[in-house]
């Protein structure tokens, strides 16, 4: 791994560059998007060179970092990836990466257990079953849930760092429901995974309501020089606080009351729906009434229906009716004609 950070400053965002191959790239739109990094992330306004452009594409191309990029030039001008799938975030961890990195988890397994550190566990997990299965040079211990083929997980660490410096973001966006993609000003406070997919919570106007965006639907992103709107009055801590997923489409929760079978309360009981679950009764069959309290929306209906014939919503009487619509949309599907 390249000790200078500028340098690996300018190798991921020569990096980034060539992934995207919606854009064809020259030489010159490499030294501006390299110069852009860093005065972006670094405060450095001097840009960068022809010679340092060439020399690390140079370097990316051959076996003294380990990338061995597959670089290639169109044309005699326009530089991209031979494979498509090439990053140089793919290639093997080195001996001295695995050393830092046992490093760094044995000091965070100290923190396991304390309440302040209970939700980094999951992450601890992983970055060990990873160490391991590259020291070992076998298949991981763990199978984590994910999406290989999920978009939209390059745009992470940009809007990361634009909400971290509070940077205002020009998005080319196109949603399930349009048929061109649109291009507007975005103001980023907040990132959320629901279920392998990430969002960015934030505001296209001042006055506007906040609005989520799926990473999976950006084609295209950049941090620009408009003023950044805070988040005045908006508590982001508990945004999300009273829904399941990541869409608000009422002012208030109202109690959602179900009676799950026998055989499927168990379940329910050790994988709750809700932080704010609890149990109503139980009767002498085994059937269990639960209760949570959250604001209705597509991503709780798209959770209850999930469970078919081991759950009855009892309440409330509207969230029942939709269920029982689409219960009876879904049976026409299967009827034989």
């Not at 990096?15 to 992330?41: G, M, P």
């Not at 450095?44 to 051959?62: F, P, T, Y």
């Not at 988040?231 to 508990?238: A, M, R, S, T, V």
């Amino acid at each position: 791994m390249p000790q200078n950070k500028n340098a690996l400053l300018r190798y991921r965002t020569i990096d980034k560059c060539l992934q995207n191959r919606f854009r064809r790239w020259t030489l010159d739109d490499l030294i501006e998007a390299c110069s852009d990094a860093l005065y972006e992330f670094e405060g450095i306004d001097k840009g960068v060179s022809k010679r340092s452009i060439q020399a690390d594409i140079q370097l990316m191309r051959s076996d003294k970092l380990g990338y061995n990029a597959p670089i290639v030039v169109q044309n005699k001008k326009y530089y991209s990836y031979a494979d498509p799938d090439y990053s140089i975030s793919n290639i093997p961890l080195s001996n001295e990466d695995l050393r830092k990195l046992n490093q760094a988890l044995g000091i965070l397994k100290q923190f396991k257990g304390f309440s302040h550190f209970r939700q980094m566990e999951g992450m601890i997990q992983r970055l060990e079953d990873k160490i391991i299965s590259e020291e070992q040079q076998q298949s991981a211990i763990i199978d984590f849930e994910k999406n290989e083929d999920l978009r939209g997980l390059e745009h992470l660490d940009f809007i990361y760092q634009a909400i971290a410096q509070r940077k205002v973001l020009q998005i080319v966006y196109q949603s399930y429901k349009a048929k061109q993609p649109s291009t507007f000003h975005f103001h980023p406070y907040r990132l959320k995974e629901y279920r392998n997919r990430w969002f960015v919570l934030g505001l296209r106007k001042k006055e506007a309501p906040l609005l989520n965006l799926a990473l999976d639907r950006i084609q295209q992103l950049q941090t620009c020089d408009l003023p950044y709107h805070g988040k005045h009055g908006i508590d982001l801590e508990n945004y999300y606080k009273d829904i399941i997923g990541v869409t608000i489409t009422g002012p208030r929760p109202v109690p959602v009351v179900f009676k799950t079978s026998a055989a499927m309360t168990p379940y329910i009981i050790s994988k709750p729906f809700h932080h704010s679950q609890k149990i109503l009764e139980t009767d002498d069959e085994g059937r269990t009434t639960f209760q949570i309290t959250v604001i209705p929306n597509f991503e709780l209906e798209r959770l209850l229906l999930g469970y078919a014939e081991s759950l009855q919503v009892l309440r409330p009487r509207r969230l029942k009716s939709r269920l029982r619509k689409r219960l009876q949309e879904a049976v026409e599907q299967y009827v034989t004609r």
